[in-house]
């Protein structure tokens, strides 16, 4: 059984949704539309059609969540990124940390000195082959639910890695300029495919959301405030960010990502491997 959380809940965001490079105003932001797993499956798969995603409310049971971020952070206690004597469960940022030691893990790549032995990122690296994350990556609900959406059956198999334009047009048209771009210039399809390539130095698109949105036409982030047991399923172009964590408990967000794919057509195998580093996804 999970523990129960020691925190009150409360809203996360008291002051507005902060990003890297300001305050997202009215204007720049709508809520994600809410889908729940009582609706018919052909609703559910026409709106995603639609919209490019589904934003499934408590698809997931709470205490299996609260049970893996227990293991999660419990896991990864020894680094030194919880508050001392506090519930794990909570994830409560100690408050002597420093940002520094503690990256956010997929944001690109590491100094020397974070990847030591023992350090947050590298707890953080074996965490994705721990038991507590392959059978919580395997819990029966998700791949239930993707089957039935996708109409894959058993042939539905999990990879583990890590605006409001309609659907993913937008990063569907970044990537197909991208890829026209790589060819002139000559580029192999190993070189074609690396994020690091693709994006910044970091793997990012651009840094700043507000900024991304000035330079692609406008538009606006969908984004909502999430529960244990939410889960967003999304086409593969979609583009994602994240706005800056302003918790008034330093209670850490923690979240993963999953790729699902019918395991009898061709598919991108380097998923398939479990995250790593520097594997340059």
């Not at 990864?76 to 909570?90: I, K, Y």
């Not at 032995?117 to 953080?124: K, M, N």
């Not at 659907?167 to 026209?180: I, W």
């Not at 840094?207 to 399923?233: M, S």
Request: net charge negative; with cysteine.
């Amino acid at each position: 059984m999970a523990q129960t959380s020691t925190q009150t809940a409360q809203p996360v965001f008291r002051q507005g949704y902060l990003v890297n490079d300001g305050l997202l105003q009215s204007g720049m932001i709508r809520k994600l539309k809410q889908s729940y797993k009582s609706e018919s499956i052909e609703d559910l798969r026409a709106r995603y059609e639609k919209d490019g995603y589904l934003f499934m409310k408590g698809l997931l049971p709470r205490s299996d969540v609260l049970d893996c971020r227990e293991a999660y952070f419990r896991f990864l206690s020894p680094s030194g990124v919880l508050q001392p004597n506090s519930v794990p469960v909570d994830g409560i940022f100690g408050p002597d940390n420093k940002d520094v030691n503690y990256p956010s893990i997929g944001a690109g790549p590491f100094d020397k000195e974070q990847i030591n032995p023992g350090s947050f990122a590298s707890l953080a690296e074996k965490a994705h082959t721990g038991d507590f994350y392959l059978e919580f990556s395997r819990h029966p609900a998700l791949r239930d639910f993707v089957s039935r959406l996708k109409g894959w059956g058993d042939d539905t198999n999990i990879k583990i890695p890590k605006p409001t334009i309609k659907g993913d047009t937008l990063g569907q048209t970044l990537e197909d300029a991208f890829n026209k771009k790589a060819r002139e210039g000559g580029m192999t399809e190993e070189e074609r495919i690396n994020a690091f390539n693709n994006m910044m130095s970091n793997g990012f698109l651009e840094l700043g959301p507000i900024k991304f949105l000035q330079d692609n036409g406008g538009g606006r982030w969908l984004l909502t405030e999430y529960e244990a047991g939410d889960v967003v399923f999304h086409k593969p172009h979609m583009i994602h960010a994240s706005t800056i964590n302003k918790d008034p408990e330093n209670r850490i967000r923690l979240g993963t990502d999953l790729r699902f794919v019918d395991s009898t057509r061709p598919h991108d195998t380097r998923w398939s491997a479990p995250f790593r580093l520097d594997d340059g996804l």
